[in-house]
């Protein structure tokens, strides 16, 4: 066997079991859960807008909107490590196929998703296009071939020398990858078909005409490891996941709310955890679970899929700030400082309980739309604060 090719199994191999396993880790804390809420409520939503569209409704330009994004981003998953630029560059002249699988691989995950977006939008464009609605398995095989030459297109783009090359290449294979599809859904095959080869045949001699290296390998490996990064953390939102680089970001604007604590030894760590929170991924994380908790809250009718709504994601948010007390458990500077050891684990504990405290009240507050007022509905910030209470006491109990 090639050695890049076993090189290539290995690598794939270990890279499902992590998935696999940190899968399974976040479904036991409730993503499975999460998706199937959101699954039940957009269809609902969903539904029921497609009765409400008027006649003028831009169907195409939506479907086209919606659907280029699946098909025009094309990360090529490449699983590079660091080494390999002092191990593997050597057998680049081996590696081709090595390469061809990491694209094989990549179109086959994307796939399912490019597969996923053209069935969510098939009601849309039946209801749009009426009796000359083109048949789904054209529609889907033409979509895949497009989501093949965009992976095509990513792999020329990243063999680019210069940066400003790849973003002006990316941001034609985008613009090409609407227009295919605006022409594919507003005009039909032909005038599909017809852009689709057009389109390839200019970015085809864009490329080869263009400086590009046979393989990239600092740009690859910078590449991969964003996005090994980027699915650690997915998966954070739900688990804690060892393996996640901390990154720290400056945000100091944010970073000035932290200089309201006092400056007092007692609130050293509290003052450290506040731009702890404030500077790290975990910021993001909670911001990000926060809107889209209200987006479902002020789209959802009916104050018992409210409550359940709002009672999952103060759980979920919960789960995740109680990963902040994990950071600098293991620096070394506190045993440096006359500080108690435990005021470590109860100043990371009141910056979680403030922070759940605060979402409690806010995502409490689509609770006043007339679709899903009831008076029962009053109790739900009570529930969430029991529910911030309820973590901060199991907090303290694993600190103790």
């Known amino acids: 066997m090639n050695p890049a090719a076993a090189i290539w199994k290995e690598r794939l191999s270990a890279h499902l079991r992590i998935v696999a396993r940190y899968t399974i880790y976040a479904g036991r804390s409730g993503l ?73 691989y990549s179109f086959a995950m994307q796939a399912f998703a490019v597969l996923f977006a ?30 093949f030459a965009n992976l095509l297109g990513s792999w020329m783009e990243n063999s680019f020398v210069r940066s400003g090359y790849r973003t002006l290449f990316r941001f034609a294979r985008w613009i090409g990858s609407f227009g295919i599809v605006y022409a594919l859904y507003r005009y039909g095959w032909i005038a599909g078909i017809g852009s689709f080869a057009a389109s390839f045949a200019i970015m085809g001699g864009w490329a080869a005409a263009s400086r590009r290296l046979k393989v990239n390998w600092p740009y690859l490996r910078l590449v991969e490891a964003g996005h090994r990064t980027n699915l650690l953390l997915f998966f954070h939102m739900f688990i804690d996941v060892d393996e ?125 739309r007339p679709a899903v007022f009831t008076p029962w509905l009053l109790a739900l910030p009570l529930i969430g604060i029991a529910i911030a209470f309820a973590f901060r006491r199991g907090a303290a109990k694993r600190s103790a």
């Open 244 to 368: 996640l680089p901390n990154r720290v970001k400056p945000r100091r604007a944010l970073s000035r709310l932290a200089a309201r604590v006092p400056f007092r030894s007692s609130e050293a760590f509290r003052y450290l955890y506040w731009l702890t929170l404030l500077r790290s991924e975990l910021f993001g994380i909670v911001l990000r679970l926060s809107l889209v908790a209200l987006a479902i809250l002020l789209a959802v009718e009916g104050p018992l899929l409210f409550a359940a709504v709002y009672v999952l994601f103060q759980v979920v948010t919960g789960v995740q700030l109680g990963s902040l007390h994990q950071f600098h458990r293991h620096s070394v500077w506190p045993a440096l400082y006359p500080l108690p050891a435990a005021l470590r684990q109860k100043s990371a504990v009141r910056v979680s309980f403030a922070v759940q405290l605060a979402l409690a009240l806010v995502l409490a507050l689509p609770l006043c």
């Open 118 to 147: 053209l069935s969510a939008a098939m009601p849309l464009y039946r209801h749009g296009a009426g009796d000359g609605a083109l048949p789904l398995l054209g529609l889907a095989l033409l979509a895949l071939a497009l989501k």
């Open 32 to 104: 499975f859960m999460f998706m199937m809420i959101v699954f039940i409520a957009s269809s609902y939503m969903y539904g029921k807008a497609l009765i409400q569209l008027p006649e003028t409704f831009p169907y195409m330009l939506v479907i086209t909107c919606w659907l280029t994004p699946f098909i025009a981003l094309s990360p090529i998953r490449t699983l590079l490590r660091e080494a390999d630029l002092v191990f593997l560059l050597p057998m680049e002249a081996k590696m081709g196929v090595y390469f061809r699988n990491a694209l094989l």
